[in-house]
């Protein structure tokens, strides 16, 4: 049986979530898109939390990441929880990615 985990989000991927659906909605003068992309993370978090083995191992002991267009939501796997720990643009310097744990 497949084991269900609730999708938790640690406060520093709200806030870099909440600013890139902002950025798009400054940017499009539409929440269209950012109600997309919402729905994209969410549907792949869901995916994830059934089957938290389908991300991409990081270097990182535990921690996974699944590629989303643009971006890779970094997560740890838990019994009963997925936490996702960062919400990554990948067109950004990746020197600058860190992965709070």
Known sequence: M???REVVWTR??????????DFFN??????AYSQKLYKLFKSELNTAAK????????????IRGIIVGD???FYE????KLLVLKVW????DPDKLDIPK
């Open 2 to 4: 497949v084991k269900k």
């Open 12 to 21: 520093n991927s709200e806030i870099q979530l909440q600013e890139i659906l």
């Open 26 to 31: 400054r940017r499009n003068k539409s929440s």
């Open 51 to 62: 089957q938290p083995e389908i991300g991409i191992k990081t270097r990182l002991d535990g």
């Open 71 to 73: 971006y890779i939501l």
């Open 77 to 80: 796997i838990f019994d009963n």
């Open 89 to 92: 643009d990948c067109r950004q």
